[in-house]
């Protein structure tokens, strides 16, 4: 008797475990593909579809009756996602494509947005509790994996920005081959969204120290790298003064050697110029050291 | 053919001598921004440009005749010594590694945000070097090759240190020649060193912490009685003693001082006629100042002609006379400049 209570009782913790275990391993694997939604910049006006991946990763079949897929944050009013896209059962293993979709309205200000897009259960409170006073209730419980969504909000197009996995390396991630870290072509955009100017002499700069930084464990050619320098002196030309001038490249330097060993590389390669002369743009002919022209770009 | 063409190279080549020599009334000289520690290659084109800008903009010198260069001097392993001290700072007390640099660079002064960690780790890094012996040897080597290039084609050089650049300034001094010595000249600023090897001027600000820091170096001389936001950010060369209306001053002031100087006078060529034309044989002719003050006067030959040198810019009046014959003539003298007159002599006067 004894004993069949505690089988009895030892079947129904592991029932329990099981049970919750199940519900625990299926909520945590719902996995986001890729893990977060950062595209391009999308102008003010422009809408756009885009298409993530729901991956089962679970012990088993998720049922998604009471499912659905929920924007929040502030990205809410920019996105959303077609509910048909969900199908009734998601097996274990399979891939579902969802599809965003992103209006920016006509008015958006230059910005980035930010928000999440999770998968929620609704449970009907009504159908365990029965009508009370009409009112009809709905719990809602998240599954833990959620996608973060980061948009860029730019008449100017700009990679997405590369967060944390741009710090990973020297040179970081330059998606779109211009010659200048994502994320520093994005700051650049950000300190001056209104001078075309400014933003390519900033540019000019920039490409000139990720060269500087790539060649940077080569002595020779960090030499080379700054004779070669002239974004330097454009700048001052292009801010009109050069107090202004260096407080924005230093600012922006500080953004470059963002990482210890960006920070390091750098310090290295100084050591390198010990003894070298220099000079910079002949006096009033520093607008012929740009790289772009600078009559024609809009102030 | 190709005696021709060399004859034409040469032809071009001496055409542009005269073009421009024409062009610099003073001896050409190049001005040497040498930077400090606290620099990175950047700040110190900045630096340069900005001096540059100070000079050509005050002074109107023509910039081809004075060139501003920089003559680089990296800090060794104390960049690299302070970014490891950074990097282990930052993270200590969760700082971005970016805002030990925009102190450094000094984008902004240490007591914005409340940096002292900032200054505190600069001014130890800054103590444990031996300034007496901070000089790398094959960095000046390279700092006296730029020097005795500007020497060998005939310009005057003018060093301009600033901070541990006075140690290099002073030492590549001390390595030239006596003849060297006549035309390379020191302008030094917020020095950590005890003289001037030439004994020229020198600017430490009252304010500059840093400068401070060397117990044995030259005192403060001057100030420019503005707050000081922090002593990293006020022993800056660009940020503080060229954004200062005093030190900046006394920095390009020297410097202009130090230029050779162009010819102040000038010079009057002259030939003297008969009213008929003829050349005069005998005659004397006298420079007044336009007050009636007297200059000079000059015999002329059988030729006619006359000269004045060494006369000072001016609307001088020439006056010449022989026999009964005389005549008064007004001449433009400009600095650095020969004017040509011809004078008659026109009519019988009484002579003065």
Redesign the interface.
Known sequence: MVMNRKIAVGGLLVVLLIFTGAVYASNARMVWLPERFAPDSLAPGESKEFSVTLQNKGPSTLVTEHLRISVSGDAAPLVSVDRRALPRKIKRGESVPITLMVKVPEDAPMSVVRGEVSLVRYEDEDKERGRENGSHKKKKSFFRNVLPIELTVSSIPLPPDPGEAGKRDLLGIDSNANGVRDDIERYIAFQFPDSEKRRAALSQYAQEEQVFLRDANDKEKTIAN?HA?KA??CM?YVFGD??VA??V???M???I????ER??V???A???????????A???QEKTWCSFNVDVLAD | MSILRLLGILVVFLVWSVHACAQCPMQEATVFYVNGVDADIKSSEASRSKLEKELFVRFSLNPECVLVKRAYNASATLLPDLVEAAVQKTQEINTELSTFWKLYLRAFSASVGDALWFTAMVRTAYLGIDVTQFVIQEQLGRHMELYRSELAAGRQVILVPHSQGNLYANAAWNELTPDERKRVHIVSVATPSDMVADGGPYTTLAEDGAAQWFPFALPANAANGEPCPDPWYCHGFREWYLFGSNSRDRIVDRIVELLPQPSITGSIQGTLHMPDGSSVNQAVVWLYDSYGDFLDRFVVGPSGSFFFEGVDPCDCVLYAALGYWSTTHTVHVSAGQTTGVSVTLDHLAIPM
């Open positions: 700054a320098s330097q002196d001052y050069i107090d260096e407080t490249r230093k600012k330097v500080s953004e050697l963002n990482t210890p920070s390091r750098y310090a290295k100084d050591t390198f110029l010990g003894g070298q002369g220099f000079e910079g002949p006096y009033g």
